[in-house]
T-cell receptor, first 111, second 113 residues
Framework: QKEVEQNSGPLSVPEGAIASLNCTYS??????FFWYRQYSGKSPELIMF????GDKEDGRFTAQLNKASQYVSLLIRDSQPSDSATYLC???????????FGTGTRLKVLA | DAGVTQSPTHLIKTRGQQVTLRCSPK?????VSWYQQALGQGPQFIFQ???????QRGNFPDRFSGHQFPNYSSELNVNALLLGDSALYLC????????????FGPGTRLTVL
């Protein structure tokens, strides 16, 4: 089992719709969770971080964390073509400083 | 506010050579982490430097080494390059322990021929 798993996609959504990106992790004791956006040929850009169970909203983005299910998600409301990118989930296992990344989900927002 | 900077942007080397990549952290940050990202994969953790010491290391051979300077900038050195070392090398900076939010630099694209 991979430490952090994401569906590679592509996930295609129409412009204006809600995009839902999911991530599961294997280490139950993990405490810190991050979402990064990576455009083709560029470096990852931090979008959201979440440490506690529940929802965290920032503009059009909502991160959701369920530690019991070992599941973290990212919702993008009113998706725009400029949101088309690969979204990387990162988890910090307990007792470490390293980020463990998933392989990313490619999102395509269709105009 | 200067973000994370890396140099060079691109680099072409041949097998067996050695390479040094450089990183300057975001202003106010004191911790530097290095990652390797192969095409189509997520970044893989190489190591992290804090207070000029390697605080944690990922599953990379000893050919990969690093250094952090008193001004918090950092270098990644790779010896005896292999074709499989071709990747995007990313530096990320953060502030203090335990695992503050990491901000990535633009990366160095290394090609080994």
């Amino acid at each position: 089992q991979k430490e952090v798993e994401q569906n590679s996609g592509p996930l295609s959504v129409p412009e204006g719709a809600i995009a839902s990106l999911n991530c599961t992790y294997s280490d139950r004791g993990s405490q810190s969770f991050f979402w990064y956006r990576q455009y083709s040929g560029k470096s990852p850009e931090l979008i959201m971080f979440i440490y506690s169970n529940g929802d965290k909203e920032d503009g059009r983005f909502t991160a959701q964390l369920n530690k019991a299910s070992q599941y973290v998600s990212l919702l993008i409301r009113d998706s725009q073509p400029s949101d088309s990118a690969t979204y990387l989930c990162a988890v910090v296992p307990p007792g470490t400083y390293k980020y463990i990344f998933g392989t990313g989900t490619r999102l395509k927002v269709l105009a | 506010d200067a973000g994370v900077t890396q140099s060079p942007t691109h680099l072409i080397k041949t097998r067996g050579q050695q390479v040094t990549l450089r990183c300057s952290p975001k202003s106010g940050h004191d911790t530097v982490s290095w990652y390797q990202q192969a095409l189509g994969q997520g970044p893989q953790f190489i190591f992290q430097y804090y207070e000029e010491e390697e605080r944690q290391r990922g599953n990379f051979p000893d050919r990969f080494s690093g250094h952090q300077f008193p001004n918090y900038s950092s270098e990644l050195n790779v010896n005896a390059l292999l074709l499989g070392d071709s990747a995007l090398y990313l530096c990320a900076s953060s502030f203090g322990p335990p695992s503050g939010e990491q901000f990535f630099g633009p990366g160095t694209r290394l090609t080994v021929l």
